[in-house]
């Protein structure tokens, strides 16, 4: 149970940066819609277009690493509990 927990905790761990990195690796706060500017052809002026794009932030991948940590250190507390093979009889 202690390493099967220190185990998920690395692959979380590594899940996040994982998905952080690939979606962009954005240094600001998680967005759900991005702006971008596209140039009008008529009048050739710039106008912001909305567009709906997850982009996980430094929250999320705080967050992720945070539960993955959580999850190591508490791993520390499990006790391991052993079985002795030999049994005292005492009379």
Known sequence: MKRA???IAAL???VVVAF???????TAWT??????TKIDPVTE????VIKDKFVPGLDFLGGGLT???LLAFAARFIRIQRTNS???NSK
């Open 12 to 14: 979380i761990a590594i």
């Open 5 to 7: 927990l220190k185990i």
């Open 86 to 88: 030999k049994q005292i």
């Open 20 to 26: 952080w990195a690939a979606k962009g690796a954005n």
């Open 45 to 48: 002026l710039p106008y912001p």
């Open 31 to 36: 967005k759900n819609q991005i702006s971008e």
């Open 67 to 69: 539960v993955a940590t």
